[in-house]
T-cell receptor
Framework: GAVVSQHPSWVICKSGTSVKIECRSL??????MFWYRQFPKQSLMLMAT?????????EQGVEKDKFLINHASLTLSTLTVTSAHPEDSSFYIC??????????????FGAGSRLTVL | QQQVKQSPQSLIVQKGGISIINCAYE??????FPWYQQFPGKGPALLIA?????SEKKEGRFTISFNKSAKQFSLHIMDSQPGDSATYFC??????????????FGTGTRLQVTL
């Protein structure tokens, strides 16, 4: 089946540094990817929609200059948390929507990346 | 109008029992209603999904019941097992194509199946 890989799965950084999280569709192409944030014992909140070759669309209240999203290819989207602070500590999860005959309408989630900012 | 309300917040069921989780939505334009299972430290995994043109869908021990007029849908887990202990999320989206496939998630239900 469709597999989405996130890297790293766990990262600890110092306050003020930037962290990049990768989301890859391993065996299918994805024009559209989504980034979610999940705080402990809470639901997933959509941060932004990432489209290959164009600017991401951010949800209301999400700072686009803080959470930089790049979707440079049909299999890779990256989320960079810039100048991270402890309140950015969270579980970041991506999902990818497949395209093409085999994977159309298949929406697959990654395993998530846990960010801890000290 | 984008909210999806989910209940109960937590649920304890004995092994072999039926687990029932309910969700209600407001946006009548929603066209795709999936249920996800999430274990601690993992991403959500699709369990089962339904479109509003059917009232029920069954896959193994999992059944979705859908009431379009009431704008409600529910997940039934038959013969619940300890391995089913996880957090369950309902969700909804406008479609399953392009940017319309962004999901609005319910608040989640922590299910514990006891022996």
């Amino acid at each position: 089946g469709a597999v989405v890989s996130q890297h790293p799965s766990w990262v600890i950084c110092k306050s003020g540094t930037s962290v990049k999280i990768e989301c890859r569709s391993l065996d299918f192409q994805a024009t559209t990817m989504f980034w979610y944030r999940q705080f402990p014992k809470q639901s997933l909140m959509l941060m932004a929609t990432s489209n290959e070759g164009s600017k991401a669309t951010y949800e209301q209240g999400v700072e686009k200059d803080k959470f930089l999203i790049n979707h440079a290819s049909l299999t890779l989207s990256t989320l960079t948390v810039t100048s991270a602070h402890p309140e950015d500590s969270s579980f970041y999860i991506c999902s990818a929507l497949g395209q093409g005959a085999a994977w159309a309408n298949v929406l697959t989630f990654g395993a998530g990346s846990r960010l801890t900012v000290l | 109008q984008q909210q999806v309300k989910q209940s109960p917040q937590s649920l304890i069921v004995q092994k072999g029992g039926i687990s029932i989780i309910n969700c209600a939505y407001e946006n009548t334009a929603f066209d795709y209603f999936p249920w996800y299972q999430q274990f601690p430290g993992k991403g959500p995994a699709l369990l089962i999904a339904i479109r509003p043109d059917v009232s029920e869908k069954k896959e193994g021990r999992f059944t979705i019941s859908f009431n379009k007029s009431a704008k409600q849908f529910s997940l039934h887990i038959m013969d619940s097992q300890p391995g089913d202990s996880a957090t369950y999320f309902c969700a909804a989206s406008l479609a399953l194509t392009g940017t319309a496939s962004k999901l609005t998630f319910g608040t989640g239900t922590r299910l514990q199946v006891t022996l």
